[in-house]
Structures are given as structure tokens and as C-alpha cells.
């Protein structure tokens, strides 16, 4: 008999804070500004967290046109209100910079980088090692004029967070930013293309760009470093100020410089779709979908034409028909089985275990501790809680630890719902590369394995506003094992007792 079970959900005690002492005078600022009256962003919905760096276009009109097509310059920065503009300042500036350096925050490599455009290509900046200070900011900023890019802010901004958690939930993909500082006059990079779509809001100062015809369509790789000479004439050119937005597909090739004068410029780079090509997904289930069909049908397991790897002439011999009329029959075979298993697994644990976890949650308020609203019991009405940050799926899973003795069972995998929650989930790491890959956890924190039988169950919690516990298609038994492991998990309310 299968048991309802629990993997991982211990690592929630490992979970981090979530970042909050990096920045928190900046943080309390911030919270006042997000719930004044007309703010920059409408966090209504993760649509209308995109309509905010999008306006006046909207979702629509943005995905239709734009995405993956052509680069969207949206020059606002005269329409924006004295309030919004302090709203822009407020999510990075040279000041905040100069304020973390001051209380030794930022550590090179992990939270910055330094470097600057020499004309010919991108330098890095001269001994910058170690945390940042005041006199290595001077140095690097003034001294060396240095563009800094800050990594990742939303682990320490609480704007950021609630902005880059809702365009997670929209693009159903992780989000990451960086920060530019650039000293007037200066540029930090080389021309260069990027595998991301890529999202600008100027925040303080004035940046010159400079967009020019993709070398490759919708780039797979980030290459650095571009001859100017081989560029031929920007596509596009202007300068954003703040409030100005711009978006270009991944690939776009692009260069920018800070105007003269004064004033540094500051500007965020919101970036998405890394990896989620057609190609990414067929790669990502391919291996599984040809292994269960070698499986299950004997075509997949018959021999492939003698000299097919040893004859040099092979594609010019009759055997050469045959063999590609066979593969086109097993394409066939192959493209039906994809209709069926549409999980790319890899992909869709590496979005659940490293996505930001829903904006507020407090891990220490309720890390070990009881959910607030009493235990359901069947004559309740349950609600499931945070949808964005769940998600079930059909899939199979190595044996219990307790018949891994029993040779004969080895091998086999038990087919289950495995269910995933990013509820848990580290803010402080959210999108922070670290060294030594195989430390990098492809799992999210909270997995609850369930039987099969429970899938319509949990289509039904998750698809409606509330469900009466009794609706439930199960026996007693289990929809009270299924309602008291998603409660414990913090994912379950009782709406209605
Ligand atoms: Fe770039």
C-alpha cells in the first residue's frame, strides 16, 4: 500500500533568513513608499506587475508584438509623477551603494563586479577583492570609473522581491537583475549579446544605447566582446532617463554609455527565458522519453543496419533508405509518446527549488511552528493557500529507503504525484551562482509524495476558491492524510469549520 510521504521537507530548517538585516533602513523606506497612494507598481497581480514596467502598453500588446521580436523603447520618464520618481530612486541609487560599502555589505564576486569598456573590450577592475569599503568604492568608482553591477538586489529589496516573485509567476521562469552604476561619461561593457530577455528601468542619471541586428535570432549563448567595426549601424539609438523603459529579446546586440556631466547613472537589468526554447525542452526529455520507449516497443531495440557506424560510404549504400525510413517510423512513435509526457522534469525542479518564495512570507514566523488556522477536519471547508507556488505532477520516484535491500526492487520506480511547494524557498540565494555546482540543490524544500489516486483531489483544491472537505473524491481516510500534509505544510487553511 502506498503512504502519503514526505521528502525533504526538513530542509526548511536549512532555509536562510530571508535577507532582510542586508538592508533593512532601506526596506522600511521602501515599504512606506509601496503603500502610499499612486505608486510606480500595481502588485495586484503578476500581470499587473508587468503592466507596471510596461505602461501605457499593455500584457497583450507586449507579447504579441514585442517578445522574442523586437525591441520595445519606451521614453515615459515626462509622464512619471514627483512620487514615482521617488519610488525609482528608492529601489537603487549611487547612495545605496555608497551606504552598503560604508557598512561593508557587499562582497566582491558574489554581490558586485567592477569593470569598464576600454574601447576595445571589457576590463575588470584592478585589485578589487574582498568586501567593499568606502576607499575601494572611491577607488573603483572615481578613481578607476569602474561601472559596478550590483548581483541580484531583490534578495535584499523588499520592492524588488514582490516585482521579480510576480514576473516569476508570470513567465512561469526564474527572474534575475543587476543593478549598473556608470560614471558620467563612461561605459561598463563592450558590445555584447545576451541569452535572456532583457528588461531596463532607468533609475537615476542619463545612459546613451545603442541597439544593433541580432548575429544569431533568439542568441542560446552570452558573447562578449564584439568588434565594433562588425556591428554595421544600430538599429536603434537613444537615451533613457529616468522612468525610461526599454526591452530587447535575448540576442539583440547592445552597447551604452553614460552622459557626460555630473550625474552617475543607475539603471536595472531584469532578465528572463534563459534556457526555455523548444530545443531546451526537447533536450530535457528526450533522454527519459527514448529510454521508456526502448522499453516498451521492440522497434526502439532492434539493431540498427550492419556497417551503419563502421562504413565510411554508409549514407551512400541501399541500407541507408532503410535505416531512414525506420528512423522517420520511430520519430513518429516518438512524437506521439511526447503528446503524452509533456514534463520536462529537470527543468521544472530547477524553476521550483531556485525561484524566489512568495513575497512576505515570514521563514521564521512559521519555520517549525504550527499553521495558524485550526487542523482540518472532514466537515470543514479548505482552501488551498499560495497556488502560485505550488505545482503537481505525475512522475516516478526510486523505491523507499526500506526495500533498497530487497534486490529484486531495486530498479523499480514507483509512480506517484510528486507535489512542490517554493514556499520555503532561500530569498537570500535567489539566483546567486555558486562555485561549486554539485552543491546546488535540484530539489525544492517542501516535496510531498502522494498516491496516484489523489490527483483529482488536488486538481480540485487547487482549481477552485475553497472546497468542502467531504467533496473530497476519497476515501475518509485519505482525504484526511492528503488535507493534514498540505496544513502541516503551512499550503492549507480551514476556511469554514
Ligand atoms: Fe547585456
Redesign the pocket.
Known amino acids: 500500500m502506498f503512504e502519503v510521504e514526505t521528502i525533504g521537507l526538513e530542509m526548511k530548517r536549512q532555509a536562510k533568513k530571508n535577507g532582510t538585516d542586508m538592508c533593512s533602513n532601506t526596506n522600511k523606506r521602501l515599504k512606506t513608499l509601496i503603500e502610499a497612494k499612486n505608486p510606480l507598481f500595481d502588485f495586484i497581480s503578476p500581470t499587473s506587475s508587468l503592466e507596471s514596467l510596461i505602461q501605457p502598453f499593455n500584457s497583450k500588446t507586449f507579447l504579441n508584438d514585442y517578445w522574442e521580436k523586437k525591441p520595445l523603447v519606451n521614453l515615459r520618464h515626462g509622464a512619471l509623477t514627483k512620487h514615482q520618481h521617488e519610488v525609482l530612486s528608492s529601489i537603487y541609487s549611487t547612495q545605496v551603494l555608497e551606504e552598503a560599502a560604508k557598512e561593508k555589505r557587499l562582497l566582491f564576486g558574489r554581490d558586485f563586479h567592477a569593470c569598464r569598456f576600454d574601447g576595445e573590450k571589457t576590463v575588470d577592475a584592478v585589485h578589487a577583492k574582498g568586501t567593499l569599503t568606502s576607499a575601494s568604492l572611491k577607488k573603483l568608482l572615481h578613481g578607476q570609473k569602474c561601472t559596478f553591477q550590483i548581483h541580484q538586489p531583490q534578495r535584499y529589496s523588499d520592492l524588488l522581491w514582490r516585482l521579480l516573485e510576480h514576473l516569476e509567476s508570470y513567465f512561469g521562469c526564474l527572474v534575475g537583475s543587476n543593478v549598473y552604476i556608470t560614471p558620467p561619461g563612461t561605459q561598463g ?1 563592450a558590445p ?3 541569452d535572456v530577455e ?1 528588461f531596463i528601468l532607468q533609475l537615476e542619471g542619463s545612459k546613451h544605447w545603442k541597439l544593433y541586428k541580432p548575429q544569431v535570432e533568439l542568441a542560446r549563448d552570452y558573447v562578449v566582446n564584439l568588434d565594433p567595426e562588425s556591428l554595421g549601424n544600430p538599429i536603434e539609438e537613444f537615451t533613457l532617463r529616468p522612468g525610461d523603459f526599454l526591452y530587447f529579446p535575448r540576442g539583440t546586440i ?1 552597447q551604452a554609455c553614460a552622459d557626460e556631466g555630473n550625474q552617475f547613472s543607475t539603471h536595472i ?1 531584469i532578465s528572463t527565458y534563459q534556457h526555455q526554447s523548444y530545443g531546451d525542452y526537447l533536450r530535457s526529455v528526450l533522454f527519459s522519453s527514448v529510454e521508456g520507449l526502448a522499453s516498451s516497443s521492440v522497434d526502439f531495440r532492434r539493431g540498427i543496419p550492419l556497417g551503419s557506424i563502421s562504413n565510411p560510404v554508409f549514407n551512400s549504400s541501399p541500407l541507408w533508405n532503410e535505416m531512414t525510413s525506420q528512423l522517420g517510423k520511430l520519430t513518429e512513435q516518438l512524437s506521439s509518446h511526447l503528446r503524452k509526457i509533456p514534463f520536462p522534469q529537470p527543468m521544472i525542479l530547477d524553476f521550483w527549488s531556485s525561484r524566489l518564495p512568495p513575497f512576505g512570507i515570514d521563514l521564521d514566523e512559521i519555520e517549525g511552528s504550527q499553521p495558524k488556522s485550526p487542523m482540518p477536519d472532514m466537515e470543514d471547508e479548505v482552501r488551498l493557500l499560495y497556488k502560485t507556488h505550488v505545482y503537481f505532477m505525475k512522475q516516478k520516484f526510486q523505491p523507499d529507503e526500506r526495500d533498497s535491500e530487497d534486490e529484486e526492487k531495486e530498479e523499480e520506480q514507483v509512480e506517484a504525484i510528486g507535489f512542490y511547494s517554493s514556499i520555503f524557498n532561500s530569498r537570500s540565494d535567489h539566483m546567486i551562482m555558486v562555485e561549486d555546482h554539485s552543491s546546488i540543490e535540484n530539489e525544492p524544500r517542501v516535496v510531498l509524495k502522494f498516491p496516484l489516486t489523489y490527483e483529482e483531489s488536488m486538481k480540485l483544491l487547487f482549481e477552485r476558491e475553497s472546497v468542502a472537505a467531504n467533496e473530497l473524491p476519497l476515501p475518509r481516510e485519505d482525504a484526511e492524510k492528503l488535507l493534514s500534509s498540505l496544513w502541516s505544510c503551512h499550503l492549507l487553511e480551514t476556511v469554514k469549520t
Do not use: I, M, N
Open positions: 561593457l555584447h549579446y545576451d532583457v547592445h537589468t
